[in-house]
């Protein structure tokens, strides 16, 4: 996305071109073209968390796949924003 987007606009790209209701809980993640920046949008309660990290040399191994919504885990987020490739990440069995 533009990463100029508040979260107001970023709520709004979840409402109506994802077709979610960003007030449900749910964590968003964002990241620009060149991949090395990542916004997360969260509701909690009574307001918005922004969540903003920008890499100086690295980039963020974006999830792959043509879906827009991808799905991810509570560890897998944090695999993401700590750079991680999550195509080749596996946990241990459960």
Do not use: C
């Amino acid at each position: 996305v533009d990463f100029r987007k508040s979260f107001r606009s970023l709520a709004a790209i979840v409402e109506q071109e994802l077709g979610h209701n960003p007030f449900e809980g749910a964590l968003y993640a964002f990241t620009n073209r060149r991949r090395d920046k990542i916004k997360l949008l969260y509701w909690e309660d009574n307001g918005f968390v922004l969540y903003y990290k920008s890499l100086a040399e690295e980039k963020f191994h974006w999830p792959g796949g043509e879906e827009e919504l991808v799905s991810l885990t509570g560890q897998q987020i944090n695999w993401l924003l700590d750079g991680y490739d999550l195509g080749a990440m596996k946990g241990h069995r459960k």
